[in-house]
């Protein structure tokens, strides 16, 4: 018996979203961010390094269901909008694995970190956010320009949907200039701001795409 596209897309982005909200519940609310200072970020992988690798083994399995999710989706879109949107994920998807294998490298050997080293790597790690922006952006500008297209059935609310979220995303660049609190890399604005209106969008993708994916199969 053959599983439906619609219910694969579904299943799939439910997976997804538990893994990657399941390597956040990991880390706990201790981990360490941009104002940690190397002597913090060494004590805290010291002692939570098992969490770190459990956030990076998610980060794989995260990624996969967005190459997955890219796969499907992008199939539904006319051309180059489908290969921008795929790029866009797959840079998604890259941008997630470099980070957590960073954190986890820095788990694997915490009773011999130097305080400066620790720090400097935890600074790269942390440019994850600002950075990612290019990816999203790439994802939204996909269905915002199709959604302009008469000849595309996108829903009005899609294309709104998608020109807040690529607004954000676009200001949330900004955070490669801060050093500390809302505006900090990998800090409030991108990790919750961020994703919170990019859950949303997924979501409304996702509805989007589910009365149309068994159509084009």
């Known amino acids: 018996m053959s599983i439906k596209p619609s219910k694969i897309l579904l299943i799939n982005i439910l997976i997804t979203g538990a893994f990657y909200v399941a390597g956040f519940v990991a880390l706990g609310s201790s981990y360490p961010t941009i104002d940690s200072s190397g002597e913090q970020i060494v004590h805290w992988f010291l002692n939570n390094g098992s969490n770190a690798r459990f956030y990076a083994w998610t980060a794989a399995f995260f990624s ?17 909008s489908r290969y921008i949107f ?3 994920v797959l840079g998604f998807a890259i941008t997630a694995q470099v980070q957590a294998w960073l954190w986890a490298g820095l788990a694997l050997h915490p009773e011999g970190l130097e305080p400066a080293v620790a720090r400097t790597l935890f600074d790269i790690s942390s440019y ?14 996909a269905f915002l320009v199709v959604g302009f297209d008469k000849n595309v059935e996108i829903p009005r609310w899609l294309t709104w949907l998608s020109i807040i979220f690529f607004v954000e995303q676009a200001i949330e660049t ?8 809302f505006i900090a890399p990998g ?11 990019g859950f949303l969008w997924i979501a409304g993708v996702v509805r989007w795409a589910i009365p149309r994916i068994n159509q084009s199969s």
């Open 174 to 181: 900004i955070t490669v200039f801060g050093h500390k609190g």
């Open 64 to 80: 996969l269901g967005l190459a997955i999710f890219g796969g499907q989706v992008s199939a539904l879109l006319p051309k180059p």
């Open 86 to 88: 795929l790029a866009g």
């Open 128 to 141: 994850w956010g600002p950075l990612v922006n290019g990816s999203t952006t790439a994802m939204a500008v």
């Open 187 to 197: 800090g409030t604005m991108n990790v919750y701001l961020g994703g919170l209106i």
